[in-house]
């Protein structure tokens, strides 16, 4: 079982930087890829970006550039880096991790960007 932990969500001017956390806890030596995904009202989860444990990366077209994920094996923890947000960016945004071929879930957190 791993444990997944948001942190960092909020409100924020359109154009402003927000950083997100997740941390990971329980099983995690087998956590092979970390993510983040998000859902915005009337709108299917949609993958933002993921990372491996080796550090590569993808990202959804539609961040590109203005998104950063990273992760701290050490801390088990990754983090997206946000910035010049956008008002479609707005959204709940939910950690993601991978382990032993299961999917596993942080509670989400709320990211609004105001226009």
């Known amino acids: 079982q791993v444990y997944l932990v948001e942190s960092g969500g909020g409100l924020v001017q359109a154009g402003g930087s927000l950083r997100l956390s997740c941390a990971a806890s329980g099983s995690i030596f087998g956590v092979s890829v970390m993510g983040w995904y998000r859902q915005a009202p009337g709108k299917q989860r949609e993958l933002v970006a993921r990372?491996?444990?080796?550090?590569?990366?993808n990202y959804a077209d539609s961040v590109k550039g203005r998104f950063t994920i990273s992760r701290d094996n050490a801390k088990n923890t990754v983090y997206l880096q946000m910035n010049n947000l956008k008002s479609e960016d707005t959204a709940v945004y939910y950690c993601n991790a991978v382990a032993y071929g299961q999917t596993y879930w942080g509670q989400g957190t709320q990211v609004t960007a105001s226009s």
């Open positions: 990372i491996t444990r080796g550090g590569s990366t």
